[in-house]
């Protein structure tokens, strides 16, 4: 009981002793937020930029089962291909891979988007950052023994790690469309971004499916004339047939293995900073600072002492003292 009471007067005691020195602590709650503001006009604003993608429904691309079954006594498990459930997949699976950074990294003016911090457009050439920053963050990676990793010109490997980074991927079980989602302080550079990774990744599909498919028809034809069992010929001919629709299909000029269900857009409003929460913490963290500041102040009887005084010279012209900063200990 005793312990409560002294610490509810010390609360009270470090009360009156802010407001007596209201000044110090609102002049320095005042800088903060100040500074706060400022800060949040210079940062660039960073904006949401989304993209939904479907898998691509091919029903006429499923096997049944008993051809499957046929096509696996020579030795071929050709079960689910191109389906769009097991393309879809894979091409979730494919987005941070980096075979298709790699692909991406191809494009040099997406690259400078992506690092803009790297080029030089003087000198027209990739270049090491330099900065405090950069210099700090290198001496305390090897200070903490954390490996270093030599300076070298983007490439497909950074690629793929900003891909696995910043690209959140929204899977709903109950819904076939998944949402990509991408935060950017240069939403233009990340449509361009989405718009290719979407097209990059189903045309490595693509491109994958159409030769397994090719050595598929090239087995088929080869068995249809090797077999002489008018049922089993009958069958192997079914089975190319649908492979060469396969085939077909993924010739097209068309998506193969995703569809975009909503093209890549960038959200009106910025998302970031959060410029409310920011100056929330920036007054818990002023007025943290200014009661500390104002007793110690208090306690050390900290004051600005100005003042003028007039006296009359043998000239007859005023005479002015300046003020000044006096610490006068109680």
Request: aromatic share 8%; hydrophobic share 45%; charged share 20%.
């Amino acid at each position: 009981m005793t312990t409560q009471s002294a610490w509810e007067v010390d609360i009270a005691k470090i009360s009156r002793t802010i407001w007596r020195r209201r000044d110090v602590f609102f002049s320095v709650l005042g800088a903060i937020f100040l500074l706060t503001v400022v800060a949040l006009h210079a940062v660039l604003k960073s904006y949401d930029v989304t993209a939904s993608v479907a898998p691509v429904t091919q029903s006429s691309q499923q096997i049944s089962g008993s051809i499957s079954a046929l096509a696996k006594l020579g030795g071929v498990n050709v079960g689910g291909l191109g389906a769009g459930g097991e393309q879809f997949r894979l091409f979730i699976s494919a987005i941070t891979s980096r075979e298709v950074g790699d692909q991406l990294a191809r494009d040099q003016t997406l690259m400078k988007g992506l690092f803009p911090f790297q080029w030089s457009e003087s000198e027209q050439r990739w270049k090491e950052p330099s900065g405090i920053l950069h210099t700090v963050s290198h001496v305390v990676q090897e200070a903490l023994g954390i490996p270093v990793r030599p300076w070298a010109p983007p490439s497909g490997e950074d690629v793929a790690k900003l891909l696995s980074t910043k690209l959140e991927i929204d899977e709903d079980p109950k819904s076939p469309v998944v949402t990509l989602q991408m935060q950017s302080s240069h939403p233009e550079v990340a449509l361009r971004l989405m718009r290719e990774l979407i097209a990059t990744i189903d045309g490595q599909l693509r491109s994958r499916a159409m030769r397994r498919v090719d050595d598929y028809i090239a087995y088929l034809t080869q068995e249809i004339q090797r077999v002489s069992v008018a049922e089993y010929r009958a069958a192997l001919t079914e089975h190319l047939a649908e492979q060469e629709q396969i085939r077909m299909m993924a010739s097209a000029n068309v998506s193969f293995a995703a569809q975009i269900f909503s093209a890549p857009t960038t959200a009106t409003v910025a998302s970031g900073p959060k410029s409310i929460l920011i100056l929330v913490f920036a007054i818990i963290i002023g007025a943290a600072l200014g009661g500390f500041i104002a007793i110690r102040a208090d306690r050390y009887n900290w004051r600005y002492v100005r003042f003028s005084s007039v006296r009359a010279s043998s000239a007859g012209r005023p005479e002015r003292k300046i003020g000044s900063a006096e610490l006068r200990p109680k």
